[in-house]
């Protein structure tokens, strides 16, 4: 008998009918790289990233806080209009309100605005399943078949567009910010396109195709909680209407934890501001929509600049450090015990 590996049994000896090929590979004879782990090489390795870790998180903590930022919290300084928003068949009643502030120093470069939400929980998995991307797409679906339960459709069997959960409780206010110079009001000039990603924009998020974007709709009716349908998102800019609307578009990306912001508007360059926001008395006017009374929720409006390395977050700069340290120590430590053992085996060899 004569298996793979051309070996031939001695007399007397059973043949191995499991043996594996005389390869280098099955024999485990491929050529490879030991690492050998000295004293050197460990604490170069330990040292060399701690201190590459420590300079990139000081760095960045550096630069997230040379970001100038203001926060205004509106959520008590409307509570006329939030109390009217608390009963929902007051829906389509309009209440505005007004909040002032002032810049003491001037705000340079682009600025962002966003909206903030505090103590609103997007990561609940029902609610993040809760749409259709098919219909996002611009699709014919049945969405009876989809995860958007229970914003599907009417008692009379219409359906909504856009259906589901997330694009039910889309954030809603309206927000305009306005400059105060010398007695007179001016509004400053505020972009509304250009702040989602490209690949929502161009690959995500689709309108029906028809020759307007109302009979594109027709036969659908909008979600409970919206004031108007999604064709007349943005009545002005017919390439940011329907579900391509950039305020849309950004709200059905949601967030991982119950404190978030998203990108609203962005000044526009031009006249006064031209180098950002001088310093001065502003005021938001606000179209208050969303109610966030019920869930003891909180609502923002910021106005920020941003850096090389994002916003003003620091939570990458602070890891970067942690971990720069930890190594650093872990470093120090594994240089005291090797000394120490250093010493013991000298003592014992004399």
């Known amino acids: 008998m004569k298996n793979k590996t051309s070996f031939h049994p001695q007399e007397g000896e059973a043949c191995p009918s499991r043996c594996p090929d005389n390869s280098a590979f099955k024999q485990q004879r491929l050529p490879a790289w030991k690492p050998q782990l000295t004293i050197t090489a460990v604490l170069s390795t330990f040292f060399l990233t701690g201190m590459f870790c420590l300079s990139v998180g000081v760095c960045l903590i550096l630069s997230a806080n040379s970001i100038k930022e203001i926060q205004i919290d509106y959520s008590d300084k409307c509570s006329d209009c939030s109390k009217l928003r608390e009963n929902s068949s007051n829906w389509n009643k309009e209440c505005h309100c007004s909040v002032n502030f ?71 206010d309206t927000v305009d910010l306005f400059y105060n110079l010398n007695s007179s009001v001016i509004q400053v000039p505020l972009l509304k396109t250009g702040n989602s990603w490209w690949t929502d924009k161009n690959v995500k998020f689709r309108n029906p195709k028809s020759y307007n974007l109302s009979s594109a709709f027709a036969g659908t009716s909008r979600p409970p909680y919206w004031q108007k349908p999604v064709y007349l998102l943005d009545e002005e800019d017919e390439r940011n209407n329907g579900y391509v609307n950039d305020d849309f578009i950004i709200w059905m990306r949601v967030s991982a934890f119950a404190t978030f912001r998203n990108l609203y508007r962005r000044v526009r360059r031009i006249r006064q501001f031209a180098d950002g926001l001088p310093a001065g008395n502003y005021s938001f006017h606000i179209s208050y929509n969303f109610p966030v009374t019920k869930f003891k929720a909180r609502k923002h409006v910021i ?32 240089t005291a015990i090797h000394l120490k053992l250093r010493k013991r085996k000298t003592y014992f060899q004399k």
Not at 325 to 334: E, N, P, Q, R, S
């Open 102 to 172: 002032t810049l003491k120093e001037d705000i340079l470069g682009d600025v962002f605005m966003y909206y903030g939400l505090q103590n609103f929980y997007q990561n609940h998995r029902r609610y993040v399943i809760s749409r259709s991307d098919a219909q996002l797409l611009g699709r014919n679906v049945n969405i009876g078949n989809s995860y958007c339960a229970p914003f599907t459709t009417y008692q009379n069997g219409t359906p909504m567009a856009p259906c589901g959960a997330i694009a039910n409780s889309m954030f809603n």
């Open 303 to 334: 106005l920020s600049t941003v850096v090389w390395s994002g916003g003003s977050n620091p939570f990458l700069g602070i890891a970067y450090v942690v971990s720069g340290a930890a190594a650093t120590l872990a470093g120090f430590i594994i």
